[in-house]
C-alpha cells in the first residue's frame, strides 16, 4: 500500500493567482499522477511526473497552466496558475502499485 | 482506446435493499486491469477491488460482491443489503498495465435512504 499526505485539504483563491498543491509519499515511487475532478464529474489525469524528467501532460493540459516539479521519488508539487473560476475542482494526486492509491485531495475553489 | 461506461448517473434505494451497479468497458488490450472506487462526500476515493483481464472467477467481500464478464465487457458491482453508509459516488476504472494509465468511469452517485 501507499500513504499519500496531500495539502491543503482546500483553499478559496482569487482568480488571477496561483496555488501550489504538494503531495507527499510514504515510499519510493516512480510514477506519480495528477488527476483534476470537476464539480460532479470523474476524474481526469492532467499528467505523469517522473522524477529527474519533464512531466507528460495529457491532452488539454498545458505546462504554463499546470507546471509540475518532481524533486525526488517521494515528492511532488502541483501548481495551477493564473486561475479563473472555472478552475475550482478537486486536484488528486495518485501513485499507482497493484491498484491506484490517491491522496486525500485538495479542494480549490476560485473566485 | 479505452472507455468506461457507468450507464446509471444516480441511484437511490432504501436501506436493506439490494442495489447494482453497472460498469462496461472498452480495450484492445487483452491483459488488463479493473477496479472499483468509493467516493464518500468527504471526498476521498476509497479502493474497494482489483480484478485482472484473466480472472472471471467473481467474488464477494462481506455486502459487496462482483461479477465480471469478458463476454460482455462488464464488471457490475452489487451491494446487498444497502446501508446508509453506503451513500457515495462509485466509479469503476480500467488500467491497460497494473495500477498505471487509468481511465475512469463517470460514476454512480448511490443515495441510500433510511
Known amino acids: 500500500s501507499a500513504v499519500i499526505s496531500q495539502k491543503p485539504s482546500r483553499d478559496i483563491c482569487q482568480r488571477g493567482t496561483s496555488l501550489t498543491i504538494q503531495c507527499q509519499v510514504d515510499?519510493?515511487?516512480?510514477?506519480m499522477f495528477w488527476y483534476r475532478q470537476q464539480p460532479g464529474q470523474s476524474l481526469t489525469l492532467i499528467a505523469t511526473?517522473?522524477?529527474?524528467?519533464?512531466?507528460?501532460?495529457e491532452s488539454g493540459f498545458v505546462i504554463d497552466k499546470f507546471p509540475i516539479s518532481r524533486p525526488n521519488l517521494t515528492f511532488s508539487t502541483l501548481t495551477v496558475s493564473n486561475m479563473s473560476p472555472e478552475d475550482s475542482s478537486i486536484y488528486l494526486c495518485?501513485?499507482?502499485?497493484?491498484?491506484?492509491?490517491f491522496g486525500q485531495g485538495t479542494r480549490l475553489t476560485v473566485v | 482506446a479505452q472507455k468506461v461506461t457507468q450507464a446509471q448517473t444516480e441511484i437511490s434505494v432504501v436501506e436493506k435493499e439490494d442495489v447494482t451497479l453497472d460498469c462496461v468497458y472498452e480495450?484492445?488490450?487483452?491483459?488488463?486491469?479493473l477496479f472499483w472506487y468509493k467516493q464518500p462526500p468527504s471526498g476521498e476515493l476509497v479502493f474497494l477491488i482489483r480484478?485482472?483481464?484473466?480472472?472471471?472467477q467473481n467474488e464477494i467481500s462481506g455486502r459487496y460482491s462482483w461479477n465480471f464478464q469478458k463476454s460482455t465487457s462488464s464488471f457490475n458491482f452489487t451491494i446487498t443489503a444497502s446501508q446508509v453508509v453506503d451513500s457515495a459516488v462509485y466509479f469503476c476504472?480500467?488500467?491497460?498495465?497494473?495500477?498505471?494509465?487509468?481511465?475512469f468511469g463517470p460514476g454512480t452517485r448511490l443515495s441510500v435512504l433510511p
Open positions: 476504472a480500467l488500467s491497460e498495465w497494473d495500477g498505471q494509465n487509468f481511465v
Open positions: 495518485s501513485v499507482a502499485r497493484t491498484e491506484a492509491f
Open positions: 480495450t484492445r488490450d487483452t491483459t488488463y486491469y
Open positions: 515510499s519510493q515511487v516512480t510514477m
Open positions: 511526473a517522473n522524477q529527474g524528467s519533464e512531466a507528460t501532460y
Open positions: 480484478r485482472n483481464s484473466f480472472d472471471e
